[in-house]
């Protein structure tokens, strides 16, 4: 995914904070919404920038189209199944026991613990994610690829 940006900050190591105007990708996407609470349309992120920008410099940074299907996958995917397997293991668990009165309310408990462990497992991953020096940092780093201005 490539979008257009404003070097806003220069820092340390080959590292600018860059101001990102969200239109292209998000124009379709059914969850923009949640990225954009409020209606803000813009948002900062550090990339990796082995060019000579400067604050002000507009740019064209990337990264790839799988690591962003993989975040996808993880951030709505993995909770949800993890919720809905959850659900149904307790509840088709459940039949049949002195507890088949109360069963909806225990797997609905159960359901809301798996989205919760999704969640976690979430976490975890983005903290591997954000360690430098780890092939998923690596596979998530947005980058700057060329200056436009």
């Known amino acids: ?15 600018v904070t860059v101001e990102v105007t969200r239109h292209e990708a998000c124009g379709t996407c059914a969850a923009r919404g949640a990225c954009h609470p409020g209606g803000l349309k813009t948002g900062r992120v ?8 400067t604050v002000g410099d507009t740019v064209e940074i990337s ?8 975040a996808v996958l993880w951030a709505y995917v993995v909770p949800a199944g993890l919720l809905l397997a959850s659900l149904s293991a307790v509840w088709y668990a459940l039949s049949g026991t002195e507890l088949e009165g109360s069963r909806d309310i ?20 983005n903290g591997r994610i954000r360690r430098p020096g780890t092939k998923a940092h690596e596979r998530f780093t947005i980058r700057v690829v060329r200056i436009l201005d």
Do not use: H, N, Q
């Open 1 to 15: 995914m490539v979008e257009t940006a404003r070097v806003v900050e220069v820092g340390p190591s080959g590292s």
């Open 46 to 53: 550090v990339a990796a920038c082995g060019l000579p920008c």
């Open 106 to 125: 225990i797997a609905g408990i159960a359901g809301l613990a798996g989205a919760g462990l999704g969640f976690l497992i979430m976490k975890l991953v």
């Open 63 to 70: 990264i790839s189209d799988s690591a962003v299907r993989f």
